[in-house]
C-alpha cells in the first residue's frame, strides 16, 4: 500500500513539495496546494449555462491530487462541449476525514450555483471524488441539487490494498492520510455510507472503472447497486484496447466519452455505448 500511495502523490503533486513536520500522532500533516493553477477552460466564474447545456459541472479530484493535476483533458472535453465546469482543491489533497471534505465540496457546490444561477449542478469525480459527493448527496442536503454523478475509478465500496479497514487499523494511515483508512474496504465509513439506499435521491450515477486499477481493488467495488438510475462500466468492456489504469483513467478518451455521454442525456450513461473515444 505505501508502494501505491508514494505513487499517487509523486504523480499529483508533480514538482509540489510535500512539507512534513516532526509527525504528532494526534494531527496529520498539511500538504501543500497546487501551484499549477486552474485545469483547462475551468473556474470561469463569469461563465453563464446555455439552454443547451444548463447545468454546471464540478470535478472531483481524488485522494492526493488537486484541482488540475490529471485533470486538464476531461475539463477541456466538458468545456468545448458547451459546459460551465469547476474544480475545487479540498480536504488536505484529499487526506483528511471524508466527511470534512464533503463539507468544503458543498461549500463549493453552493458558491457554483449562485455564481450561474443553475439549481443543480453535475459532478464527475476521480477515485475518492467519485465516492466522496456521495456523502455529500446522502447526508448534507446535496440529493436535492446533484443532478449526475459520474466517478472515475470511484472508492465506492473501497478497497483491499490499503492494509486498514475492519479489523485491521493502520495507525500510519491514520496520521497521513485519514481517508486513506476510510476508502479501506469494509471500513465503518463506507458501512455507513453503503448502509440502505447506496443511490439516494434524483440523481444518476455513473460509474466507469478499468480492470488495470492497481489502486481500487477489486475495480468492481466501483459499482453501485443496480437500478434505473446507475450505469456501471468497465473501460475495457467499452473499448478492449484502452490500457489506462488508476492513474491515466481521467485522461482516457474512453472514460472521457462516455462522462459526456452521462451528462448530456437522461439518466446514466447508456451501458449499451461502445466506442474508444
Known amino acids: 500500500m505505501l508502494r501505491i500511495l508514494l505513487r499517487l502523490a509523486l504523480v499529483s503533486l508533480a514538482a509540489s513539495l510535500i512539507v512534513v513536520g516532526p509527525v504528532k500522532s494526534e494531527a496529520a500533516p498539511t500538504y501543500p496546494t497546487s501551484p499549477f493553477g486552474e485545469p483547462t477552460g475551468a473556474n470561469d466564474w463569469d461563465c453563464q449555462p446555455s439552454t443547451d447545456r444548463p447545468t454546471p459541472v464540478v470535478i472531483v479530484h481524488g485522494t492526493f491530487g488537486d484541482r488540475k493535476s490529471l485533470l486538464d483533458n476531461l475539463s477541456a472535453a466538458m468545456v468545448d462541449d458547451g459546459f460551465c465546469v469547476y474544480s475545487l482543491d479540498y480536504g488536505n489533497r484529499g487526506t483528511a476525514p471524508v466527511e470534512q471534505s464533503a463539507e468544503q465540496l458543498a461549500a463549493f457546490v453552493a458558491r457554483v450555483r449562485q455564481a450561474t444561477g443553475a439549481a443543480k449542478v453535475s459532478m464527475v469525480g ?4 467519485g465516492m466522496m459527493p456521495r456523502y455529500y448527496i446522502k447526508f448534507l442536503g446535496g440529493a436535492e441539487v446533484v443532478e449526475d454523478l459520474v466517478g472515475l475509478a470511484p472508492s465506492n465500496h473501497g478497497t483491499s490494498s490499503t492494509g486498514g479497514g475492519a479489523g485491521a487499523p493502520n495507525p500510519l494511515l491514520d496520521t497521513f492520510c485519514p481517508a486513506c483508512q476510510q476508502q479501506s474496504a469494509g471500513s465503518e465509513f463506507l458501512a455507513n455510507l453503503n448502509a440502505d439506499d447506496e443511490t ?8 466507469i472503472t478499468t480492470k488495470y486499477d492497481e489502486v481500487v481493488v477489486p475495480h468492481t467495488s466501483g459499482y453501485l447497486e443496480p437500478g434505473p438510475q446507475t450505469t456501471n462500466l468497465t473501460l475495457q468492456d467499452v473499448c478492449p484496447t484502452d490500457l489506462a489504469e488508476h492513474i491515466q483513467i481521467p485522461m482516457s478518451r474512453t472514460a472521457i466519452a462516455l462522462t459526456l455521454d452521462a451528462l448530456t442525456r437522461p439518466g446514466p450513461a447508456d451501458p449499451t455505448l461502445r466506442t474508444c473515444g
Open 200 to 207: 439516494p435521491g434524483t440523481a444518476s450515477y455513473t460509474n
Open 126 to 129: 476521480h477515485s475518492q471524488g
